[in-house]
């Protein structure tokens, strides 16, 4: 029997204990307990195990009065009479005392029932109560804490995507310094071309010109910037070429992306962790998209505890900022180094153009000298010349006299016998014989030395020429062809490598 208000379909009639153990063995793994136990909604009888399935049963005691007589105490059950109908047997069935006892029995039962049962009351009103409470402060503790923990993911995030401009911003920059530096490396050339076509311009020049002079020593100081190696550390002056820290260019860009890569995965982890803890910081009792997933707390899939948590991000953004530093510092010193190039060479350019210019003026002033001695001994060959046709014409004009003074002696030698007298006439004829002799033979003698000395004009003649187009050929290839490449040079925003 039933009382009016309980539920129809109730089947228990006891308290079932719960188990100790409800959920299955299961694996740690996260793919093991994923969609394993399906959900199952509640019945709508709320038949629990902890739901008892009736309020009030009848009783199924069957208590045996005659226990209570005390006539029927201690007689075993094979001594005892049959039942009889006739009132006037031996014994009766109960006492008056029997009766009262059992209907005291049954008050003192009532009571205790009632009172344990109010008891039992009071104490799961308590207990509901306390559980109520204890399963709201959980909850909102586990709700505090997603929200923390969302706070601290979002502090991160923004770290992260800070880090992440940063980071792009620089390797943006070091591509764009790498392309300037390829560009100044490229401008490079041509000043190095000028300089090695000066340098086979000036291998046609001739003669005592084919000197080792302060211009070809400044284009070879040139030509050696980028000799024998690109990759060596030759001097353009006293700095490294520009090709060095083009190839040390190439390692940062590729750390520097290798560190983005990281900033860039892990904010995407974060963003993931964010999204999903928000979602369950939002969750309520009333939202939908709740359910069982039975054993889901046994598994254990963390890989990370919060310090290590925060310390990978932080690791991360550490190495970011070392390869933005390191990368940073490179720049920095691309960027001095090309302004230094850039004046070394406009430095080395006016070098090598006031070299030329003053081996111009040492050859346009030693033309200018040559040709005035040229001049003089043009003007000397000349003098020579006609001194030597002078010399030629005094020994013509001593002959006549020597003729007169030899044929003189020659007749005065015919005269007779005692006439033949060495007399002052005849010394002075033979005196003046000797005389034209000697006169003779030292025009001679100075018309030999004339014309030798004409031959040693005429060969300074040629030298002088000679020289002179000597000159001449290396006032054309330093003045003309040399300087003439050299008019133009790149300007600073192009070495610079802005251009």
């Avoid at 060959?381 to 013509?396: D, G, P, T, V």
Wanted: include cysteine; proline fraction near 5%; hydrophobic fraction near 35%.
């Amino acid at each position: 029997m039933e009382l009016v208000g309980s539920p129809l379909s109730a089947i228990h009639t006891h308290l079932r204990s719960t188990p100790a153990n409800l959920l299955p063995a299961i694996s740690s793994m996260t793919s093991s307990y994923k969609n394993r136990f399906p959900y199952y909604p509640l019945p709508q009888t709320f038949s629990l195990p902890w739901l008892p399935s009736s309020y009030y049963r009848t009783a199924t005691n069957n208590p045996t009065l005659a226990s209570f007589s005390s006539s029927a105490q201690g007689r075993a059950p094979s001594k005892m009479l049959p039942f009889m109908s006739n009132r006037t047997t031996l014994f009766t069935r109960y006492t008056p005392e029997d009766w009262y006892r059992s209907n005291l029995t049954n008050y003192r039962e009532s009571e205790t029932s009632r009172r344990n049962s109010e008891s039992l009351r009071v104490d799961t009103s308590l207990l509901i109560q306390d559980k109520h409470h204890q399963t709201k402060k959980t909850q909102m503790e586990s709700t505090k804490n997603l929200g923390e923990r969302v706070n601290d993911i979002e502090f991160w995030k923004s770290e992260l995507c800070h880090e992440l401009d940063e980071m792009i911003g620089e390797t943006n920059a070091l591509t764009d310094m790498k392309k300037r530096l390829e560009r100044a490396l490229a401008e490079t050339e041509a000043p190095l071309q000028v300089a090695q076509e000066c340098l086979l311009h000036r291998e046609k020049r001739m003669g005592i010109d084919l000197v080792h002079d302060n211009v070809e020593k400044q284009l070879f100081t040139v030509s050696l910037a980028k000799a024998p190696s690109a990759l060596s550390r030759q001097p353009w002056g006293s700095h490294p070429t520009l090709a060095a820290p083009l190839t040390a260019a190439i390692p940062h860009y590729r750390s520097n992306r290798a560190a983005q890569h990281e900033v860039e995965r892990d904010l995407a982890d974060k963003q993931t962790a964010h999204r999903i803890d928000g979602k369950c910081h939002h969750l309520r009792n009333t939202s939908d998209g709740i359910s069982y997933y039975r054993g889901v707390e046994r598994v254990d899939a963390t890989i990370s505890v919060p310090d290590s948590w925060a310390k990978f991000t932080d690791d991360n953004i550490l190495r970011s900022q070392s390869e933005r530093a390191a990368s940073a510092k490179l720049r920095e010193d691309i960027e001095n180094l090309l302004v230094v190039t850039a004046n070394e060479m406009w430095n080395q350019f006016n070098s090598v153009n006031v070299a030329f210019t003053n081996r111009i003026a040492e050859t346009a002033d030693a033309k200018s000298k040559i040709q005035t001695h040229l001049a003089k001994t043009l003007q000397e060959i000349f003098q020579i010349e006609m001194s030597i046709e002078n010399i030629r014409k005094a020994i013509r004009d001593k002959v006549p006299p020597l003729k007169v003074a030899q044929t003189r002696l020659d007749e005065r030698t015919r005269r007779p016998n005692v006439e033949l007298c060495r007399d002052s006439a005849q010394l002075r004829l033979v005196n003046e014989v000797h005389e034209l002799d000697e006169t003779i033979q030292s025009l001679q003698q100075r018309l030999r030395d004339a014309e030798d000395t004409l031959q040693t004009l005429v060969r300074a003649k040629a030298v002088l020429e000679h020289d002179l187009a000597v000159k001449a050929n290396s006032l054309f290839i330093d003045q003309e062809k040399c300087m003439g490449m050299r008019r133009n040079f790149p300007c600073t925003a192009r070495m610079l490598g802005y251009v």
